[in-house]
């Protein structure tokens, strides 16, 4: 059983980077065909999609975020990593980890959320 846990700060200042982590445990991040996503979901809103890390390494981030954001993994550790810079209270939100597979062409697993307010 694949389990994601999200770790980080949950209180950032504006104007401060947003650095969050996800454990991986129960299976490989280098697992072929997965792509290790980000995603948020700010109060009274639907979800966002921030970008992933793919199995092979690359990256892709949602436009709207991509001069801000920067995803990136460690293998030794299992683990990805966003990085959300020069943050506003627009990017107060829960931040989600999810697992998305080419297999079946959507998310089979995620962590729990992790509530990230940005407030000086």
């Known amino acids: 059983q694949v389990q994601l846990q999200e770790s980080g700060p949950g209180l950032v200042k504006p104007s401060q980077t947003l650095s969050l982590t996800c454990t991986v445990s129960g299976g490989s991040i280098t697992t072929n065909s997965y792509y290790w996503t980000w995603i948020r979901q700010p109060p009274g809103k639907g979800l966002e999609w921030i970008g992933y890390v793919a199995y092979s390494g690359s990256t892709y981030y949602s436009p709207s975020l991509k001069s801000r954001t920067s995803i990136s993994r460690d293998t030794s550790k299992n683990q990805f990593t966003l990085q959300l810079s020069s943050v506003t209270p627009e990017d107060t939100a829960v931040y989600y980890c999810?697992?998305?597979?080419?297999?079946?062409?959507?998310?089979?697993?995620w962590g729990q959320g992790t509530q990230v307010t940005v407030s000086s």
């Open positions: 999810a697992s998305w597979t080419s297999s079946i062409q959507g998310y089979d697993y």
